[in-house]
């Protein structure tokens, strides 16, 4: 096993290093496009139209901590 497939393959937790470094790469790539203002514009609309509603709860939802919902399940140990 060479030394890349060495790093891919262990386990990195909660902190994971190439996670961090694909979504910072992800970002930078996104901001270089120039299409920030075009993306908050096409936001803005999807809040305003029907599904709106449904939007904002998904974020108060993911807000909150719970985004699956599994501290109010009966089966999940505590």
Same mark, same amino acid.
Request: hydrophobic share 25%.
């Given at each position: 096993? *060479? *030394?890349?497939? #060495? #790093? *891919? =393959?262990?386990?990195?937790?909660?902190? =994971?290093? =190439?996670? @961090? +470094?694909?979504?910072?790469?992800? @970002?930078?790539?996104? !901001?270089?496009?120039?299409?920030? *203002? $075009?993306?908050?514009?096409?936001?803005?609309?999807? !809040? $305003? =139209? +029907?599904?709106?509603?449904?939007? #904002?709860?998904?974020?108060? +939802?993911g807000r909150a901590g719970d985004p699956k919902g599994e501290?109010?399940? %009966?089966?999940? %140990? +505590?």
């Amino acid at each position: 096993m *060479d *030394d890349k497939s #060495k #790093k *891919d =393959s262990r386990l990195e937790g909660e902190g =994971s290093y =190439s996670g @961090t +470094k694909a979504y910072n790469e992800a @970002t930078a790539k996104f !901001l270089k496009k120039g299409k920030v *203002d $075009e993306a908050a514009r096409e936001a803005r609309r999807a !809040l $305003e =139209s +029907k599904e709106g509603a449904e939007l #904002k709860a998904a974020e108060a +939802k993911g807000r909150a901590g719970d985004p699956k919902g599994e501290e109010k399940s %009966p089966h999940r %140990p +505590k």
